[in-house]
């Protein structure tokens, strides 16, 4: 039973993968004291297009809060067949139709 969850979590993230982008690593913490799934995935991609898609494409496939960030792109010169975009995203993984995890709030407010 409580395994859906990964299950659904690499579904979703390789359904939202466009052509020409590859991830390398994904980190996966969960906040013990809100329950906050916040997923952080590298990869590389031939152009900022394919990354902007794959953003898009995770935002509308039900499983991640809005907005999906990119925490950091670079654009690397290859000196054999074009430019390769790193980078590096993270969003807020949750299961559709979920109450959404929220921060707690600081003490005072």
Known sequence: KGQGGPVHLL???SRSLPDRLWLTSMDQKIEPKTGIN???L???STSLTSLSDFIGNL???GYFARPVEIVQSQVDSQQQGGDL???TVKAVFQAPGAAPAVP???PGR
């Open 59 to 61: 935002e509308t496939s």
């Open 11 to 13: 579904d979703a993230i």
């Open 104 to 106: 707690a709030k600081a």
């Open 85 to 87: 975009v790193r980078f």
């Open 42 to 44: 590298n990869g590389v």
């Open 38 to 40: 916040e997923v952080s």
